[in-house]
Each structure stands twice: as C-alpha cells, then as structure tokens.
Nanobody
Framework: QVQLVESGGGLVQAGGSLRLSCAAS????????MGWYHQAPGKRRELVAR???????NYADSVKGRFTISRDNAKNTVYLQMNNLKPEDTAVYYC??????????????WGQGTQVTVSS
C-alpha cells in the first residue's frame, strides 16, 4: 500500500505564495511520476503539474511561469511552489503518484486533497 500525505494549503491573498508538499510512503519499488491536480467546485479535476523520477516537468498553461514543481527522491516528496496566486487558482489540490512495484506492475495513488483559497 502507498499513502500520500499533503500539507501546505490555506488561505492567501491574490499575489501571494503558498508551497504544497506531498510525502509518499509505502512498499513501492519506485515512485515514478508525481504531481498535482486541482479541482474547483463544479469543475472537473485538472492536471496542474507533474514531474518524472528523472526531473522532467510539465505544467498546465494557466500556471506556467507562476508555479514550480520539484521533488526530493531521497524523501519521496514532491513540492509545488505557487507564486503570484490568483483567485482562479482556488481549488482542492490533490497529490498523485504513478508508482511501480517490485514485479514491475504499475499503480496510481492519490492524496486526500488540500484546500487552496485565494482571495481577491
């Protein structure tokens, strides 16, 4: 079993910054891609950013230049630095990972979500 524990959400004014963290634990062989989705009320869950084990990244167009994703493979932790936050960034942010087991089988796991609220 793999568990993801998120932290760092909260309330911030527009233009402010937050840093989300997500620590993965469990009996995985390797945590491959890790990243973040968000879901605003009444909307579908959308990819915000993802990072591979080797460090390759991709971002949603709406956050390019404002958000930075990084990871510490020794700690199995992924981070999302969010700068210049806008009210439209308000959503629940979910951490995810695609991980592989020792028999090379692959799985996906999700965190419980952390609320980010940006006031105007």
């Amino acid at each position: 079993q793999v568990q993801l524990v998120e932290s760092g959400g909260g309330l911030v004014q527009a233009g402010g910054s937050l840093r989300l963290s997500c620590a993965a634990s469990g009996s995985a062989f390797r945590f491959n891609a890790m990243g973040w989705y968000h879901q605003a009320p009444g909307k579908r869950r959308e990819l915000v950013a993802r990072i591979t084990f080797g460090g390759s990244t991709n971002y949603a167009d709406s956050v390019k230049g404002r958000f930075t994703i990084s990871r510490d493979n020794a700690k199995n932790t992924v981070y999302l630095q969010m700068n210049n936050l806008k009210p439209e960034d308000t959503a629940v942010y979910y951490c995810f990972t695609f991980w592989s087991n020792y028999d090379n089988s692959s799985f996906a796991s999700w965190g419980q979500g952390t609320q980010v609220t940006v006031s105007s």
